[in-house]
C-alpha cells in the first residue's frame, strides 16, 4: 500500500504564503500521480490539482478558479510532492489531503489543517 | 469546468437499498469521465471505494457498487449497514481537470 503523509500546515496572515508537502511510501514515487484536495470546515471537498508521474513528463493540472495561486512540483529524490499556496485569504482555510487516486491506487494521506488568519 | 451535482441528503433503512447519483453540468457522465466515489466519516480522511466507474477498491464492503444510470455515475449501496452512515462523492475526470460533486449525506435510520 501507499501511505502519504502531509506536512508544513499552521497558521498564516491573510495574504501570505505556505508551502506544504507530501511525503509517499510504499510505492515507486516516480511512478505516482499524486493529487491535492482540499475541505474547509464543515464543507465537501474540493480538488486543487495534481502531478502526473514521470511517464507523463510529471505534467500538472490545476482547478481553473485556483490556477496561478497554487503550484504543483516534486522532488523525487525525497519522495515528495509539495503545494506551494500564495495570497491566502481567510477562505483558504481547510484540511488540506494529498492522495494517490488513479486506476487501482486509492489512497489519502490523513490530511492537514491550513488556517489563514490574521 | 463542470459543476457536479449530487443529492445533498438521503435516508436509508437498515438493510435497504439506495442509489445516489452524480450528474455534470456539461453533459452526460460516461466512463470516459472515469468517475470515483468516495466515503468520508466524520474527522476521517476520505475512503476511496469506487474508481473508473464500476472497479471496487479491495477495501471496499462488498454491498456497494458502481455504475452509470441514465445520464449519471451511480452508487449503489445495498444492504445498507449503520456504519453506512457517513458522507459520500463522487470525483469525474472534465476538461483536463477533475472536480468533486457537493456530496451527498447518508442517513441510516
Known amino acids: 500500500d501507499v501511505q502519504l503523509v502531509e506536512s508544513g500546515a499552521g497558521l498564516v496572515q491573510p495574504g501570505g504564503s505556505l508551502r506544504l508537502s507530501c511525503e509517499a511510501s510504499?510505492?515507486?514515487?516516480?511512478?505516482?500521480?499524486i493529487d491535492w484536495v482540499r475541505q474547509p470546515p464543515g464543507k465537501g471537498l474540493e480538488w486543487i490539482g495534481r502531478s502526473k508521474d514521470k511517464a507523463y513528463n510529471y505534467g500538472t493540472e490545476y482547478a481553473a478558479s485556483l490556477k496561478g495561486r497554487f503550484t504543483i512540483s516534486r522532488d523525487d529524490s525525497k519522495n515528495s510532492l509539495f503545494l506551494q499556496m500564495s495570497s491566502l485569504q481567510t477562505e483558504d482555510t481547510a484540511v488540506y489531503y494529498c492522495?494517490?487516486?488513479?486506476?487501482?491506487?486509492?489512497?489519502w494521506g490523513r490530511g492537514a489543517l491550513v488556517t489563514v488568519s490574521s | 469546468q463542470a459543476v457536479v451535482t449530487q443529492e445533498p441528503s438521503l435516508t436509508v433503512s437498515p438493510g435497504g437499498t439506495v442509489t445516489l447519483t452524480c450528474a455534470s453540468s456539461?453533459?452526460?457522465?460516461?466512463?470516459?469521465?472515469?468517475p470515483y466515489w468516495f466515503q468520508q466519516k466524520p474527522g476521517q480522511a476520505p475512503l476511496t471505494l469506487i474508481h473508473?466507474?464500476?472497479k471496487k477498491h479491495s477495501w471496499a464492503p462488498a454491498r456497494f457498487s458502481g455504475s452509470l444510470l441514465g445520464d449519471k455515475a451511480a452508487l449503489t449501496l445495498s444492504g445498507a449497514q449503520p456504519e453506512d452512515e457517513a458522507d459520500y462523492y463522487c470525483?469525474?475526470?472534465?476538461?483536463?481537470?477533475?472536480?468533486f460533486g457537493g456530496g451527498t449525506k447518508l442517513t441510516v435510520l
Open positions: 473508473e466507474t464500476n
Open positions: 456539461t453533459g452526460p457522465v460516461t466512463s470516459g469521465h472515469f
Open positions: 510504499g510505492f515507486t514515487f516516480s511512478d505516482l500521480f
Open positions: 470525483l469525474i475526470s472534465s476538461g483536463g481537470a477533475r472536480v
Open positions: 492522495a494517490a487516486i488513479r486506476g487501482v491506487f486509492g489512497f
